[in-house]
């Protein structure tokens, strides 16, 4: 779901929905003003309402962010799932769709992710929220697990589930600085997207994966020309 500034104050409490008007008037006070930059009475002012009205829906602020927070990683899990595709045609051209998506959310949604990453609001402020990104990142993790497989027997690697951290740090570090849709981003000589093959190459290639298309032998499928992520620009 995209906020569009044409649709402020359209919905109020006296169309029924308060609870997705205050959500969507959120979303749109985050894009303008990041997710410290706001009130809850501004909330309520943007969506039309009283100050009052929005704790028909939700304790304080905190939980308005929590809410947008929890729609934005089960957002982003259906993008990761949808990219992951349960690893076809192979694991190396599923992972690399992941990076790419990864990119795509922060570029596209980047309310929902100052939301998800930049609000202040812990992960385990409540179930609803802990579980939706647990799963989101379980995505990432499921293509650690399958890509941890590939190793060659005798390499000496980390736990796939260490894999599936240090992968979600770049991806993420990545998206933060050089890939959104916002102020935020910062300037680069190369794309995101480059950027984010390039270092994946580095860190697969230094645990010694195989990342020529002759020596996935062990997948499935036939391996992309470029390896995980693409070829490192030069």
Do not use: C
């Amino acid at each position: 779901m995209s906020w569009r500034k044409d649709s402020r104050g359209e919905r109020g409490y006296h169309h029924g929905n308060l609870k997705e008007a205050l959500l969507q008037a959120a979303l749109g006070l985050i894009a303008e003003k990041g997710p410290a930059g706001f009130t809850f009475a501004d909330a309520a002012r943007t969506a039309g309402v009283s100050a009052a009205a929005p704790y028909r829906h939700f304790r304080d602020r905190d939980d308005l962010l929590a809410s947008i927070a929890q729609r934005g990683f089960e957002q982003f899990e259906q993008v990761l799932t949808a990219a992951w595709d349960d690893g076809r045609p192979n694991t190396v051209t599923a992972f690399e769709r992941i990076g790419k998506a990864y990119l795509n959310f922060a570029r596209t949604e980047p309310a929902f992710y100052s939301a998800m990453f930049e609000s202040g609001i812990p992960v385990d402020s409540s179930p609803e929220l802990a579980a939706a990104g647990e799963r989101a990142f379980g995505v990432i993790r499921a293509a650690a697990e399958r890509l941890a497989a590939l190793t060659p027997p005798g390499v000496t690697r980390p736990p796939a589930m260490m894999m599936a951290l240090h992968i979600w740090s770049l991806a993420h570090g990545v998206a933060s600085l050089f890939g959104r849709g916002d102020a935020a981003r910062r300037k680069l000589p190369m794309s995101p997207d480059d950027l984010l093959e390039a270092g994946a190459l580095i860190y697969l290639r230094g645990l010694g994966f195989p990342t020529d298309q002759n020596v996935h032998k062990s997948d499935t499928s036939t391996a992309p020309k470029s390896g995980p992520w693409g070829t490192a620009p030069k």
